[in-house]
């Protein structure tokens, strides 16, 4: 395990379909980050968890968006009845503790059509 | 997390020092300052973090004003390699806040 894995890499949808996003930490980082980025901006903090707790959810997260990490491993995103406003990409992060550096994944490019 | 001013964009020849510079004029006592990077169509990478004193790794320098209202991330030898955004970032180390919090950084162009 030499990095964050993330998968897919790309995903196309329909405007309305759910979807699925999956984050492989760097094994024993306690630490996974959600984030969000459009084109030509830094990336949008959405949520992170400490082991499986989820501590804080950005108001980006709206209702439609749902993140777990049931055994404190990986990680999933679902964003359910997508609209074309989700179209992003979609960063995941891990760290071993607050301190030490967070390192990305290479993202899930997701186009809503 | 108080917030960082960077200038949008700045060049520099490949070979010479990179000079990035960054304010954070309203940073607690208890916040780092972090440097990330982000090459087009990856994620952001990690390049150096410090709290008061100047920090130095195998990729850059980072040197934080004495009263921590600025600060320069410096790569020493710049190659067309190091042609990125780049991302500086103040962050406590703990607790509900401890997020990174990504502006718009600074766009560095290595040119021949």
């Not at chain 1, 949520?47 to 959810?57: M, P, R, S, V, W």
């Not at chain 2, 004003?65 to 962050?91: G, M, N």
Request: hydrophobic fraction near 30%; proline fraction near 5%; charged fraction near 20%.
């Amino acid at each position: 395990d030499t990095g964050v894995s993330q998968d897919p890499r790309h995903k196309i949808t329909k405007r309305g379909q759910n979807v699925t996003f999956r984050c492989d930490p760097i094994s024993e980082h306690n630490r996974l980050y959600w984030y969000r980025q459009t084109l030509g901006q830094g990336p949008e903090f959405l949520t992170y968890f400490q082991n499986e707790a989820q501590l804080e959810k950005s108001r980006l997260l709206s209702d439609r968006f749902s993140a777990e990490r049931p055994k404190g491993s990986f990680s999933t995103l679902e964003i359910q009845r997508t609209e074309q406003g989700d179209s992003a990409m979609y960063l995941c992060a891990s760290s071993l503790d607050p301190i030490t550096e967070a390192f990305f994944g290479q993202g899930t490019r997701l186009t809503v059509v | 997390d108080a917030k960082t001013t960077q200038p949008p964009s700045m060049d520099c020849a490949e070979g010479r020092a990179a000079n990035l510079p960054c304010n954070h004029s309203t940073i607690s006592g208890n916040e780092y300052v972090y440097w990330y990077r982000q090459i087009h169509s990856q994620g952001p990478q990690y390049i150096i973090h410090g709290l008061k004193n100047n920090e130095t790794n195998e990729m850059a320098s980072l040197i934080i004003t004495e009263d921590r209202k600025s600060s320069t991330l410096i790569l020493p030898h710049a190659t067309l390699r190091d042609t990125a955004v780049y991302y500086c970032i103040v962050r406590v180390a703990a607790g509900a806040n401890s997020k990174l919090t990504f502006g718009k950084g600074i766009t560095l162009s290595v040119r021949p």
